[in-house]
């Protein structure tokens, strides 16, 4: 990972022990943390756990394979791919292929048979999804084989980036580039799958998911999914892959899996006292809205978020540079449901905040924009606001 070194609690160092001890792979210890395998490793040792050599893992997982036999016989009928059965068990490929031996399972045949019939199909299937994986799994052999057997039919199979995308978008910690981390942190997520990093914003203003495209250049197609969220009304997403652009911003602190960790590894001071970047996570988890009290109305500002960490960072924000504090409080939907952190400012306060967050700014949701506005001008004319 680049920058910033990330920095597990105490909790989380207890949890990776109890994990590692409980036998439990490191590189799925890391998938759950964010980190390779590599950095779970050093951890470890730097904590003073004794690890387990590669003959004892693999002397360990051998033994196991026999709780697993009916599976692993399964799976391999199936044709599925003996490095990803080994792979999945923690063991070398070998010790697959020795095992099923030693179960009397006949090899699967080495060659993958192809007549002319079979021949336009894969063509077809290659041409219609762009992937030799997919097209790989479709006909139960791996990617190899379908590249091999494309080239050698002729078939262009070069790998063309077909959208635009500046990969080196975060490189550098702008105003821009603060605004839409913060959202990023709010609304987006990284998600790492077969090898490949995608990075996703999604927001129920298609608008505003275009600004963010153009911030990084992308020409990809925008998704509207109707899933419940935003309201039921639906949301529109900005998805693309990039490994770069994903290692760069989890090196700012934006990991996959963040909603109940969001800000927790977020230790760079330009990002925590940038109100660009704190004007993102507003517009992306916040709200801004006229409350009812006394019979009049007053501005406020909230900021909801199953991770304690950012509405506690944004209080930090706010004091250090002699802001409103605000209050932060715990609630649950449900009585069975995730612990929520709700930060609250009303009134004037409100009009502080928002004010320093919005009236200069270049980057930021436009319905939020102009309630701040709104709530400034309001509240310099000193008119009353009746229900």
Known sequence: MHGNKVVFSN?????????????????????????????????????????????????????????????????????????????????????????????????????????????????AVYRETKSVFKTGDYFGVNATTIHKKLVKWGVDTSRKRICSLDDLAFDALTPESLYWFGFLIADGNITISNGRSYVTLTAKEKDHVQKFAKFVGSSHKLVFQNNGWHGGVGAFSSRFISKYMADRLMSYGLMPRKSLTAGDIITNTTILYSKDYQRGLIDGDGCLSWQKSSGLLFPTLTLTSGSPHLPRQFQDFLIHYDLPKGNITTY????????????????????????????????????????????????????????
């Open 11 to 123: 909790a989380d160092r207890t949890e990776i022990i109890k994990r590692y001890l409980a036998d439990e792979k490191k590189q799925d210890i890391g998938d759950l943390f964010g980190v390779s395998k590599n950095a779970i490793e050093y951890r470890l040792k730097n904590w003073g756990v004794s690890l387990r050599t590669s003959a004892e893992v693999n002397e360990f997982n051998t033994i196991k394979l026999d709780d697993y036999k009916d599976e692993i016989i399964n799976r391999y009928v199936r044709k599925e791919k003996l490095s990803a059965i080994a792979l999945s068990y923690g063991v070398s490929l070998g010790t697959i292929l020795n095992r099923l031996k030693e179960w009397d399972i006949p090899r699967n045949a080495k060659h993958f048979y192809v007549d002319e019939k079979i021949k336009k199909d894969i063509i």
């Open 332 to 387: 649950k939907r449900k009585e069975r449901d995730t612990i929520y952190y709700f930060f609250r400012v009303t009134g004037k306060k409100a009009v502080k905040v928002t004010d320093f967050l919005y009236l200069d700014a270049n980057t930021y949701l436009d319905r939020k924009y102009k309630l701040a506005l709104e709530f400034s001008r309001r509240y310099k004319q000193k008119e009353v606001m009746p229900t």
